[in-house]
């Protein structure tokens, strides 16, 4: 069964960056829409950045574009997602997930990682 891994997350000072990594157990990572969801305490989780399968389509939400880049690397069966300046507000668990689509629905996808936790505070 394919599993996902995050790893990357911790604390940064607003402004701050981070790269997260997702790494899948099996080269079929490839055939699949990736997408980086957080979820902050009493939140709904929300889609963040997804790409498509050929890396060739992304989607990042509203609050996040412009410092917010998603890749991949499907030779290495990992997807990335590199944050710039970050904020207060970014601080949450952030999630890799596949199975679903490049709207970036949270509902449509139904393999996640475990998460990793970013916290972004003075």
């Known amino acids: 069964q394919l599993q996902l891994s995050e790893s990357g997350g911790g604390s940064v000072q607003p402004g701050g960056s981070v790269r997260l990594s997702c790494v899948a157990n099996r080269n079929d990572l490839a055939l699949y829409a990736v997408g980086w969801f957080r979820q902050a305490p009493g939140e709904e989780r929300e889609g963040v950045s997804c790409?498509?399968?050929?890396?060739?389509?992304?989607y990042y939400e509203d609050s996040v574009k412009g410092r917010f880049t998603i890749s991949r690397d499907n030779v290495k069966n990992m997807v990335y997602l590199q944050m710039n300046n970050l904020k207060p507000e970014d601080t949450a668990v952030y999630y890799c997930?596949?199975?679903?689509?490049?709207?970036?629905?949270?509902?449509?996808?139904?393999?996640w990682g475990q998460g990793t936790q970013v916290t972004v505070s003075s």
């Open positions: 790409i498509t399968a050929s890396g060739g389509q992304t």
């Open positions: 997930a596949t199975g679903g689509g490049i709207l970036c629905a949270a509902y449509e996808y139904d393999i």
